[in-house]
Structure formats: C-alpha cells, structure tokens
C-alpha cells in the first residue's frame, strides 16, 4: 500500500485529501499517476496536458521517474506559492 | 544558530531579528526580508488570505534550503518564520533573517532563501476578495530568481 495525499487547488478539484493504493505493479510516480489519469473525469483533467503537477515522495520533492516502494507517501500539489 | 518555524500564530519580525542580533557580539550584520499580506493581486482588491501548508515536508524543505545557504556562505545565524492560516492585509507571512560577521555574505544569503522559498516550500495562497475566493497562480518571475543560483 501506498498512501497518496492532495493539496490546494487539486485537494479541491479531486474532494479528496488522501487516499491508500495497493501497489499492483506500480514501479514508479508517473505509474501512479496513470492509474489515477484512468478514473476520468475531474482526475484526467487534473493529471491531463496542460496542468503543471508537482510531486513529493516522503516529503520531499521527486518527478514522475522517482521510484515508489510499498509505504511510501506520494503527494500531487500545484506549483507552490508561500513567501 | 538556525531556528525555522511554521505557525498560524501572528508572529513581530523585529523579535525576531532583535534574538538573532543578539546571539553572538561577533555578528557584525543582519539582513531581513519581511514578506507581508498586500491588499491588492492583478488589480484586484484582496481582502484576507489563507496559507495551506504540506506539514511535516514544509519543515524538511525549509531546513534543507537553510542547510544550503550554510554551505554557501559563512553565516552565524538563520531565523525562518512562516505563517499559515488566515490572515490580513499588512500581516506578516514570511521572515528570513540572516546574520554574518560582514554584510556581502547575509545579503546573498537571504535573498537566496527567500528565493527558493518561493519554489521548493509547500506552501499555496488562497485570496478573499469581493467576488470569492481564489487560489494564487505560482509566477514565473520567482523561477528565474531561482534559476540565477544554480550552476
């Protein structure tokens, strides 16, 4: 099991903020990201061409090569915009 | 002397920049950016603002881009606040305080803080102005300040 988190605009336009997924054969980020594109609807808009997603693996910053292991955290967000 | 922090409670920038000036007589200057809530964005008039934050990486991140400024310059001390949470018009939302025995040093230093900050910490704003809420897009100009410490 993994466990994905949300956050910002996405949190809301998905109505979720986390979620657990079974691994299944999920090697890496981008993998994930596939699946969750393959619901439809809102998740192929947020996750289409045209939406910059940043991601983290345990907290820190990672791009959709980074590899992902059973108990990782994995976390979708929009560009960041503190300061 | 490092101290980052991430709070909803209001916090007083010259607190701050009076406990870190105070920590050592060999300081010979401190450099700070206060990053406060303005009441305009687009030419919209904004008139609250929430920060949502990612805890437990937001900590990490900072951390490392404070790590890193340590390494690229000889300082003797870092005060990173941030806020979170609701706040208004003339609010601060950010220091970054940096203290060195000479000025060169502080200034690069806290301008590259502030710099990344503004690129790899997970933080996002949402607006309250007359006609709702919205989330603030990032800004390209903060990339490119970004991208002038690299290489």
New interface residues.
Partial sequence: MIQI?F???LR?MLEVESEQMELAGMATIADVVEQLQQRGGVWQQAFGGGN?VMM?LN???ASAESAVADGDEV?F??????? | MNEIRVQSEPFDPNVEVDLLRNHSPSIGGVVSFI?QMRDFNDDDMVLAMT????P??TE??LAAIVDEANARWELMGVRVV?RVGRMLPKDP??LVAVASSHRGEAFQACEFI?DY??????????EESVEGAR????RESDDHAEARWKG
């Fill in positions: 988190r956050f910002a605009r809301e910059t983290a907290q820190e910053m976390a967000f929009p560009p960041v915009t503190g300061g | 990053g920060l949502e934050h990612y437990g990486m990490k991140a941030h939302i950010v502030i900050l503004k690129t790899r910490a997970p933080f996002w704003k949402r989330w603030v897009d990032a």
